[in-house]
Nanobody, 116 residues
Framework: QVQLVESGGGLMQAGGSLRLSCAAS????????MGWYRQAPGKQRELVAS???????NYLDSVKGRFTISRDNTKRSMYLQMNGLKPEDTSVYLC??????????WGQGTQVTVSS
């Protein structure tokens, strides 16, 4: 079992920055890929960024150059630095982890609201 807890969401004006954190507990050593998804009301959940255990990173096209994902295994944490925020980034952001056995775990989500 893996437990994930997000923090760092909030209200920000367009152009501002926020840093999301995801703290993992439980069988952390079993985690391969971690990532951030987001889901806005009435829209499908989309993968914002992911980072593998060997550091391979992928980004959603619309956040490339603005968002940076990172991972600190010594702190059992993952981060998403979000710069140049836009109103369309408004969403609930969810931390995600996949283990070597193919099990997926999710955090409870943190709200990010960007005002124009």
């Amino acid at each position: 079992q893996v437990q994930l807890v997000e923090s760092g969401g909030g209200l920000m004006q367009a152009g501002g920055s926020l840093r999301l954190s995801c703290a993992a507990s439980g069988r952390f050593a079993s985690i391969t890929t971690m990532g951030w998804y987001r889901q806005a009301p009435g829209k499908q959940r989309e993968l914002v960024a992911s980072i593998s255990v060997v550091g391979r990173i992928n980004y959603l096209d619309s956040v490339k150059g603005r968002f940076t994902i990172s991972r600190d295994n010594t702190k059992r944490s993952m981060y998403l630095q979000m710069n140049g925020l836009k109103p369309e980034d408004t969403s609930v952001y969810l931390c995600y982890a996949r283990t070597y056995t193919g099990d997926d775990y999710w955090g409870q989500g943190t709200q990010v609201t960007v005002s124009s």
